[in-house]
């Protein structure tokens, strides 16, 4: 019989640390790795080009960025969930956003996904930490989601056969939305079955983006039920290119022939069943399918070339072999956004498992046998029609079904919204009882109209705290602070709304007000520094950097807060002192005072001097200071930036300004041609 069970897996990891104290106003740090060229826009059919074109995040907002975590890792046990029958066994995780670990097929003993045998988190997701390996549920906007390394809620319900189910939900801050993915292996069955379902609660549409991804070793042929696939690369270009063998002679269906990393978005007919499978040299391996709103397909690959290589050791262990990614998506690429009306869903089914074909087929150079003998095998392994009625069992029997053993829980962003909007969700509960310290605020706001003091109205000499950002800062939230009490707090999570909706001018008035009575400034400052900058005025956003840097440090004293320890107290102060000195330092070197600059670095604790990311810095300043030898014997020394963007070229282009050399390959992790 299928059985769900709570169970641990010890692996080493890199704890996650805290959050960045700052909201994020920007846009994320590697949103120009996924952008695509306005030359290139026009050329696309025009039906992907308005998918492109739709909801572009402004900022992060509400979501915090987590950049705290380290490189050095120590055995830990990660809570796990076991989903598991006579023939798979499902390791899923969900406090690191239900992503699933491992996919083990028990008649044969293998292991049907790239495992990563460690847990190092890495800047990918749109606020930052991620980590590879297994399949992950990405939700919210092009990249990976701001859920990867959080907690998801989790239960178990009754699958349409009967037999135990696990649901994971959440509600997805970027777009507002809630969404479930529910996992049940049948009895004597080779294939998970997942189903998903994102709902739109509100009046108004909502811009949509999901893909699961999916990693499998990459010695492997991908294939998919297409003659074509949109190409895209670091470069910023979207092509289509014919499958398998492109123009330049090359079968890019195999991941190690290709040196560069890139994405090909597979052009599957409408009319086509949606799969796509990995095999070994013995034409065995994983097919994932699905019902036919899952229509986007794609494969990922870091590419042999010394940047993709590096990155795949970056992610993982040394001597840990690499891996690819097979993806499905709601569009026909990654870059594109569908439109969800108000009152109205989203759902689907997916299936994993294994698949086994004649090798001298599936690994031929007929592309057409190819991909027909995959079609055959997994028509033999499971039907279209049982996928089809799988997914008509799951959603009017299952779907709607109460949970009934809670496993883990998420966040309570969910419940205040339920709370405020009293949205009735059948299947994905949101109760009072999840909302934490960090929604409190809001409850009494909702209930009495009045945001108590956060970090922005603590007396002097408190220790500071991460400023609440606004929850999903739609209408009703800003209606209610427009409305409440004016105090340097209001005014600070006014801002914020404001900023969100693309009211810049009123936010900037909104800080500004709130500057005026302030004890405790930074916050503020810190935020008319980000309108500063994103408005082209880089020196006044330098001054108000550094006067945010200035009035933290003078901020430190006081007594502790009741429940608060001395080494709590410290973590915090070194979180604040570290993102306001990386945004101070970054500014003053963008205006050319790498003396300002200077001073402002050994006002940083020795501790924060240390890391990775401000041993970067100090060769930025020891080059604007004319110092080559001492930035050259920096890099000597060795660093690493625990928190690299995705497609940064940062550290090519300062090695380039010391000598040269070629860069080391420590150094390398450059994912475009040069």
Not at 137 to 151: D, Q, R, V
Not at 328 to 355: D, K, N, V
Not at 374 to 397: F, I, Q
Not at 509 to 518: H, Q, Y
Request: with cysteine; aromatic share 8%.
């Amino acid at each position: 019989m299928t059985t769900v069970r709570r169970a641990v897996l010890t692996l080493p990891a890199a704890p996650l640390g805290p959050d960045n104290p700052l909201p994020a106003l920007r846009a994320p740090a590697g949103a120009g790795a996924h952008a695509v060229d306005p030359r290139t826009l026009a050329e696309l059919p025009r039906d992907m080009a308005r998918g492109i074109g739709r909801a572009p995040l402004r900022s992060l907002l509400p979501a915090p960025v987590r950049d705290g975590y380290g490189r050095e890792r120590t055995p830990a046990e990660l809570d796990t969930i076991v989903i598991e029958n006579d023939r798979l066994r499902v390791t899923v995780l969900p406090g690191l956003g239900g992503r699933i670990h491992s996919l083990h097929h028990k008649p044969t003993g293998r292991e049907l996904l790239y495992r990563n045998p460690v847990f190092q988190p890495a800047a990918f997701a749109l606020n930052g930490a991620w980590f590879s390996g297994g399949v992950e549920w990405n939700i919210g906007a092009t990249g990976h989601t701001t859920l990867s390394c959080a907690a998801l809620h989790a239960a178990t319900v009754r699958a349409p056969d009967g037999g135990p189910m696990l649901r994971l939900w959440e509600w997805e801050r970027l777009r507002d939305l809630p969404f479930q993915v529910d996992l049940w292996l049948p009895e004597d069955s080779d294939f998970l079955y997942v189903g998903v379902r994102i709902r739109n609660p509100h009046e108004r549409p909502a811009p949509v983006y999901w893909w699961s991804n999916i990693a499998v070793p990459e010695d492997r042929r991908v294939l998919a039920p297409a003659d074509a696939a949109w190409h895209h690369g670091y470069e910023r270009g979207l092509r289509r290119v014919p499958v398998p063998v492109t123009e330049d002679g090359a079968d890019r269906t195999y991941p190690l022939n290709s040196t560069h990393a890139a994405d090909w978005f597979y052009d599957l007919p409408e009319e086509q069943r949606r799969w796509i499978a990995a095999l070994d040299t013995d034409g065995t391996g994983l097919v994932q399918t699905s019902t036919d709103p899952l229509r986007g397909r794609k494969l990922f690959v870091w590419g042999t070339g010394r940047g993709g290589r590096r990155w795949q050791e970056w992610l993982t262990e040394p001597g840990t072999p690499g891996y690819a990614e097979i993806q499905a998506g709601l569009a026909r690429t990654q870059l594109e956004h569908l439109e969800l009306a108000g009152g109205a869903e989203f759902s689907w089914l997916e299936a994993y498992g294994p698949l086994a074909v004649d090798p001298a087929t599936a690994l031929g150079d007929d592309w057409t046998a190819a991909r027909s003998g995959v079609e055959c095998s997994l028509a033999g392994a499971l039907p279209r029609t049982a996928v089809d009625a799988a997914y008509t069992a799951w959603r009017e029997g299952a779907a709607d079904s109460a949970p009934e053993e809670v496993l883990a829980a998420g966040s309570g962003w969910g419940a205040l919204e339920v709370l405020r909007g009293g949205y009735e969700l059948p299947g994905t509960p949101f109760p009072e009882s999840t909302l934490g310290p960090e929604q409190e605020p809001w409850r009494e706001l909702l209930r009495t109209g009045v945001l108590p003091p956060s970090v922005t109205g603590a007396a002097p000499g408190t220790p500071p705290v991460p400023p609440l950002v606004a929850p999903l800062v739609a209408s009703p939230w800003r209606d209610m602070l427009e409305t409440a009490p004016a105090d340097p707090s209001t005014e600070y999570q006014l801002g914020i709304a404001q900023w969100h909706a693309g009211d810049r001018a009123q936010a900037v008035r909104s800080w500004e007000r709130g500057l005026k009575e302030a004890t405790v400034r930074w916050p503020l400052l810190y935020c008319l520094a980000v309108a500063d900058r994103e408005d082209g005025h880089p020196e006044r956003a330098a001054e108000h950097f550094t006067e945010a840097f200035a009035d933290h440090q003078g901020t430190e004293g006081g007594t502790d807060r009741e429940g608060e320890d001395g080494a709590d107290r410290e973590g915090v102060r070194a979180t604040v002192v570290a993102a306001l000195g990386r945004e101070a330092l970054d500014a003053l070197l963008a205006v050319g005072r790498p003396d300002r600059a200077r001073t402002l670095w050994h006002r940083l604790p020795e501790p924060v001097r240390r890391r990775g990311a401000f041993r970067l810095f100090d060769v930025r300043l020891l080059l604007a200071e004319g110092r080559r030898d001492e930035a050259r014997a920096v890099f000597d020394e060795g660093f690493e930036v625990a928190d690299l963007s995705e497609g940064a070229e940062i550290l090519g282009e300062l090695w380039a300004r010391v000598t040269d050399e070629l860069l080391p390959d420590t150094y390398e992790f450059r994912m475009r041609p040069s």
